[in-house]
């Protein structure tokens, strides 16, 4: 499919209306299957992978090539503006793990209580031209995110049908006010046990597409053994981890100069355990996939 084809889909506001016109709490569809407080339907027959606050649904044709991913982002606490709310998810989802343009055309739907911005656009996924399609539902003080992630128009209609399957308990969360649209944490750290950092470094080495899907934007907390501490050039602080995957030297967290206090606990070559939001793997040298990265890092 070429590139000028891709460009119409992603900035289309047709493609928009379409699916923004089937949102949010449908009566005529069925729910069979509900991720907290939010029911949808599944597309059949696609594989299912689950973690926790997260679902996604895929399917790939190895004859032809072309896929699709659907991952649904359960309820987190909203910043208290919808599209605040849809920069955040976007950046965090699309942005940073896919390399997609910062300010994407949008359409906003109001249906039943909840405000609706959709927004796509074309990216290059593991060299492949795709569409990233994603939809931030705002209300009640919290958000849900779909995106979908596919290289053929055909695909479309499963999408669609997701969508319009969704519904949503009608109950508030409050607003986190620390929030903002350019390096919020999504949700609080999913466990209070804290994982090896190389566990977590290894998911990404085995296969990125997955772990992309199932960690990028999620909050977690990973102990491991500290390697350096140091303030960069804009004053923000880097703490690295010592890893044992051959192709991720080290994990990178970055902290706001806020934390300082917390991570002046922490010292070089002792274990140490830190909260973040998961961005994956970063550039190294010649821009070689070389470093798992954190954001918005705190010590617990």
Same mark, same amino acid.
């Not at 973040?276 to 010649?286: E, I, N, P, W």
């Given at each position: 499919?070429? /590139? ?16 923004? =016109? ?6 005529? $569809?069925?729910? /069979? ?6 029911? $949808? ?46 920069? !955040? ?25 909840? #405000?609706?911005?959709?927004? *796509? ?7 492949? !031209? ?8 705002? *209300?009640?003080?919290?958000?849900? /995110? ?13 999408? @669609?049908?997701? &969508? ?10 409050? %607003? ?9 944490? !999504?949700?609080?750290? #999913? ?34 053994? @500290?390697?350096?501490?140091?303030? @960069? ?6 703490? =690295?981890?010592?890893?044992?995957? #051959? &192709?991720?030297?080290? %994990?990178?967290?970055? $902290? ?6 917390? +991570? ?13 939001? @998961? !961005?994956?793997? *970063?550039?190294?040298?010649?821009? /070689?996939?070389?470093? $798992?990265?954190?954001?918005?890092? +705190?010590?617990?």
């Amino acid at each position: 499919m070429s /590139s000028k084809h891709f460009c119409r889909l992603s900035f289309g506001l047709g493609l928009l209306t379409i699916l923004l =016109t089937y949102l949010c709490v449908s009566p005529t $569809f069925a729910q /069979s299957e509900k991720l907290g407080g939010v029911t $949808f339907t599944p597309p059949k027959g696609w594989k299912k992978t689950a973690k926790e606050n997260i679902v996604t649904y895929s399917q790939i044709n190895e004859t032809t090539g072309k896929y699709c991913v659907i991952t649904l982002y359960g309820e987190t606490p909203g910043t208290g503006s919808s599209k605040d709310d849809f920069t !955040r998810e976007w950046n965090n989802l699309v942005v940073k793990p896919l390399g997609a343009a910062a300010n994407p055309e949008t359409e906003t739907e109001l249906v039943e209580g909840w #405000t609706a911005i959709a927004g *796509g656009a074309a990216v290059d996924f593991q060299g492949i !031209r795709s569409i990233a399609f994603l939809t931030v539902l705002s *209300g009640g003080g919290k958000t849900v /995110s779909i995106l979908g992630l596919f290289n053929d128009e055909s695909y479309l209609p499963n999408l @669609v049908a997701f &969508n319009s399957s969704i519904g949503i308990a009608q109950t508030s969360v409050a %607003a986190t006010p620390t929030s903002t649209p350019d390096s919020p944490p !999504r949700s609080a750290a #999913t466990t209070s046990a804290a994982m090896n950092v190389n566990a977590l470094a290894k998911e990404f080495q085995d296969n990125e597409v997955r772990a992309n899907q199932m960690w990028i934007g999620k909050r977690v907390r990973v102990n491991g053994i @500290v390697n350096t501490i140091q303030i @960069v050039a804009d004053g923000s602080i880097q703490l =690295t981890f010592k890893t044992s995957i #051959t &192709n991720n030297n080290m %994990a990178r967290c970055h $902290f706001n100069k806020s934390q300082s206090a917390g +991570v002046a606990t922490l010292t070089a070559h002792v274990e140490g355990t830190v909260e973040g939001t @998961v !961005r994956g793997l *970063g550039g190294g040298f010649d821009n /070689s996939k070389t470093f $798992f990265l954190l954001e918005d890092c +705190v010590v617990p």
